[in-house]
């Protein structure tokens, strides 16, 4: 058995996702997402697929373009306003969608990837989110197909209070994909800066974690104190290199 977890390429390392798994996917907008490997998975002909990332990129960028070609069947995501086709596919009834809030979602991956099953927590008590209804997928004629359910809510004291909090399950998926700035062969990661957001998270709640890295290092180099995910949640490694694209999702600039 060996600790090296270095593959040879993007390609090789998603040939053995099937149609209709589940993924966890890192990445915040167009930030810290794992474009290399999305673009492997749109080439193997995979469908079917259960995302589970904070959004769904942008029409012809990120999981944008998976959605696109109709391989994702369902989202679980806490955004979803920056991607047209989303919303199409939404609406027509194509695509069933499950809307978290964002750290409602964090949490349920963090917690499928401590091997929690569920946890309480205060935000959505009052709401749909506890009372259920929301659509998650609708009919072509516009009623709702598949609506949210209920939730069980339950009443704890904190800090000497009665409160109520609602039962939220976390999240696991078969596979998992991340964009890090460096790591080595023993799949210890580093992000950067921002584009750190969901990823360490989509990591621990895949059964399989697949990560593409800018820069690789022999496994001594990294300063354990700098790791942001170790390699014990890490699979497979693909290096992308520093030059791969970065698009910026909404540019905003100060007037002079």
């Known amino acids: 058995?060996?600790?090296?977890?270095?593959?040879?390429?993007?390609?090789?390392?998603?040939?053995?996702?099937?149609?209709?798994?589940?993924?966890?996917?890192?990445?915040?907008?167009?930030?810290?997402?794992?474009?290399?490997?999305?673009?492997?998975?749109?080439?193997?002909g995979v469908d079917r697929l259960s995302v589970v990332s904070n959004n769904c990129g942008v029409d012809d960028w990120g999981l944008g373009v998976l959605l696109a070609q109709q391989r994702i069947a369902k989202m679980t995501s806490s955004y979803v306003g920056e991607n047209k086709e989303f919303e199409r596919q939404y609406l027509?009834?194509?695509?069933?969608?499950?809307?978290?809030?964002?750290?409602?979602?964090?949490?349920?991956?963090r917690a499928g990837g401590s091997g929690i099953a569920a946890f309480?927590?205060?935000?959505?008590?009052?709401?749909?989110?506890?009372?259920?209804g929301l659509p998650r997928r609708y009919h072509a004629d516009g009623s709702i197909a598949i609506a949210s359910p209920v939730k069980p809510v339950q009443s704890f004291t904190v800090r000497g209070e009665q409160q109520d909090f609602v039962l939220e399950e976390?999240?696991?998926?078969?596979?998992?994909?991340?964009?890090?700035?460096?790591?080595?062969?023993?799949?210890?990661?580093?992000?950067?800066?921002?584009?750190?957001?969901?990823?360490?998270?989509?990591?621990?709640?895949?059964?399989?974690?697949?990560?593409?890295?800018?820069e690789l290092v022999e496994p001594?180099?990294?300063?354990?104190?700098?790791?942001?995910?170790?390699?014990?949640?890490?699979?497979?490694?693909?290096?992308?290199g520093t030059d791969i694209e970065k698009r910026i999702e909404r540019r905003t600039v100060r007037e002079n």
Not at 22 to 33: D, K, R
Not at 93 to 102: D, V, Y
Not at 175 to 197: M, Q, T
């Open 220 to 240: 001594g180099e990294l300063d354990p104190d700098t790791i942001h995910l170790p390699g014990i949640y890490v699979d497979r490694v693909v290096v992308v």
């Open 92 to 109: 027509s009834g194509e695509l069933e969608l499950e809307l978290t809030p964002q750290g409602t979602l964090a949490e349920k991956l």
């Open 120 to 132: 309480f927590t205060q935000t959505g008590v009052g709401t749909q989110v506890a009372e259920g």
């Open 1 to 44: 058995m060996t600790l090296d977890k270095v593959v040879g390429s993007a390609q090789e390392a998603v040939a053995d996702i099937p149609s209709g798994s589940s993924l966890a996917v890192g990445g915040f907008g167009l930030c810290g997402i794992p474009m290399v490997l999305i673009q492997a998975l749109l080439e193997s």
């Open 170 to 214: 976390a999240i696991t998926t078969d596979f998992a994909l991340v964009h890090a700035l460096r790591g080595d062969r023993f799949g210890n990661l580093v992000f950067e800066k921002s584009a750190r957001n969901f990823s360490p998270l989509a990591a621990m709640a895949g059964a399989v974690c697949i990560a593409q890295v800018e």
